[in-house]
Every structure is written in structure tokens, then in C-alpha cells.
């Protein structure tokens, strides 16, 4: 496992490359089915199309593809935002996933700490995500690494605008 770790990288996603393209939504399509995804399909060209143009237009948009050697082996889709009481920007974490068949490697939580170390290069002051409680494997990794929920508890709330 630790050659395998030496060999992965944490590579931010260009839209504009056909590989990483296809690479991103092959695996964003794996974790939409995904009974942690919950969807009942994957992005269709027009709807990845229209990712791919707001994530290359939007600078504080983040698609990382986790690569190890010549695969592309988990992703993440990551937002800098700015926190008004720190005056610093934050990384919040809105997609991570690491492929069905690379589980029990490790790479979850290597994911996680390369996101750590892009987040401290860039001089945010930390890291948020949401993690479903039913995710038991996820939540073990995060708080391994360090997450934790936030005191006081906070829900996390949502309005659909598609109904």
C-alpha cells in the first residue's frame, strides 16, 4: 500500500482535456448510482457539458481526479468560499468519492489529505463537508482526519428549486 501512495497524485481536472474529462464523469457517474449518491443515473452529455463550461468558468471551482500511476482512481469537487468570520477562505468539499474497485486501499483517506495539504497551500482556514449519516466508512475517514461536527450541532437543511 505505501508504493501505491508514493505513485498517486491529486490533479485538478481540465474540462478541456478529453481523458480527465471522460475520467471525472466516468467516476461522478459511478458515485451518482451509488447508494451513498442515490441517483438513478449518471449526467447525460448535456448536463456534463454544462458542468464542464461553469466548473472552467468559475476560478473558485475545484475538480480534483485522484490519479495513481496511469489511473484515475477517486475524485473530489471542491468550492473555495470565504469565511466572513475568519476573513480567510475555506475549501468546502461537495463531492468525494474513490472508485468501487479501489476501496480498502487506503485512498479514501489519502484523498482527504492531499484536499488538506491543496487547502493549506492555498491558505484557507479549514475544510467543511456533509457526509450522510448512514456512511459509516466515510465518517471513519474524516474523523481520522481530523473532522468533526461543529459545536454547537447545525442541520443541514435544502429547498428544491426542480420540483
Not at 87 to 109: C, K
Not at 129 to 138: G, S, T
Request: aromatic share 12%.
Amino acid at each position: 500500500m505505501a508504493e501505491s501512495k508514493q505513485e498517486t497524485e491529486l490533479v485538478e481536472c481540465d474540462f478541456r482535456n478529453t481523458e480527465q474529462r471522460g475520467q471525472y464523469f466516468t467516476l461522478l457517474g459511478q458515485y451518482m448510482i451509488h447508494p451513498m449518491g442515490g441517483m438513478e443515473r449518471g449526467l447525460n452529455n448535456d448536463e456534463q457539458q454544462r458542468l464542464a463550461t461553469y466548473m472552467t468558468q468559475h476560478p473558485d471551482a475545484h475538480c480534483f481526479l485522484l490519479r495513481r500511476g496511469k489511473e484515475y482512481v477517486g475524485l473530489s469537487t471542491c468550492y473555495e468560499v470565504f469565511s466572513t468570520f475568519h476573513a480567510m477562505p475555506y475549501l468546502y468539499i461537495h463531492d468525494i468519492f474513490v472508485g468501487v474497485e479501489y476501496r480498502n486501499e487506503g485512498l479514501g483517506s489519502l484523498l482527504i489529505q492531499k484536499l488538506i495539504d491543496w487547502a493549506r497551500q492555498h491558505h484557507c482556514c479549514k475544510l467543511t463537508l456533509e457526509v450522510r449519516a448512514d456512511n459509516l466508512p466515510a465518517r471513519r475517514i474524516y474523523a481520522k482526519a481530523g473532522f468533526k461536527d461543529v459545536e454547537p450541532p447545525m442541520s443541514f437543511w435544502t429547498k428544491d428549486l426542480l420540483e
